[in-house]
């Protein structure tokens, strides 16, 4: 296969992707080729723009963590609350956890779910919904983290998390119709995966959070995931 051939085969079995995120898996498949390359060859899809996002927590990123909640309207619209905890440093999906009710005790056994014996982070960023009751700051300073709420009317200030949730709902929950809560918990499991050792990253120099090696011999080999709503690209 050429690469003008794989090129156009990424564009068109990932619709959702852009020029970046072709780019980024060709590198890690050992093709040094400039991004200008993949625009010019790539499938173009209708559709609107992608979102930018400019807004980054640059001081002590491998020590803040954050969290926010999502909200996901299953098939009979019945609201379901998705946490999401985010590294900032590699800007790893570090744990998520699914309820109905998001009370302040459910959210500081998320806390200690989430970071184990001495895994804590420094800081954790978050935002000021009132699910974040007495219960869950306490927990929060028994740990030895640093509880750091944002100003009122201002996501920015947590955007890696905002950022973060936008990302799963382009990438997956807009493209998939969610059924129960156990339902939304298997697809997370799967996005998660896929997130964290697959998709690259303009912030982290198209690379993954967990670090995917470059491939540069072998054959290219796909495989699905979410039933074909993304690829994984290596070789064997």
């Known amino acids: 296969m050429s690469l ?11 619709p959702l992707w852009g020029a970046p995120r072709i780019h980024g898996e060709l590198l890690k498949l050992g093709f040094e080729i400039p991004e200008s390359t993949v625009s010019k060859y790539m499938i173009r899809h209708r559709g609107p723009p992608s979102q930018t996002w400019r807004t980054f927590l640059r001081n002590h990123a491998d020590a803040i963590a954050a969290i926010d909640l999502c909200v996901v309207p299953t098939l009979t619209f019945e609201p379901l609350f998705a946490l999401l905890v985010v590294g900032q440093g590699r800007r790893q999906l570090l744990w998520f956890a699914v309820t109905r009710h998001p009370t302040a005790e459910w959210l500081a056994q998320q806390i200690v779910e989430a970071f184990p014996w001495d895994t ?27 509880d750091r709420p944002i100003s009122p009317r201002s996501p920015r200030q947590n955007a890696y998390a905002e950022r973060l949730i936008g990302t799963l709902r382009r990438d997956c929950l807009d493209h998939v119709l969610i059924f129960h809560e156990r339902h939304l918990r298997r697809v997370l499991t799967l996005y998660s995966l896929y997130y964290n050792e697959t998709r690259t990253h303009l912030a982290l120099v198209k690379d993954a959070p967990l670090r995917r090696t470059v491939q540069r011999s072998g054959t290219i080999v796909t495989t699905p995931i979410l039933s074909g709503l993304h690829h994984r690209y290596a070789r064997i």
């Open 120 to 146: 804590a982070p420094t800081y954790l960023v978050r935002d000021n919904d009132g699910a974040y009751g007495q219960a869950f700051t306490r927990r929060v300073r028994a740990m030895g983290i640093r």
């Open 4 to 14: 003008r051939e794989l090129i156009r085969r990424m564009s068109t079995e990932n």
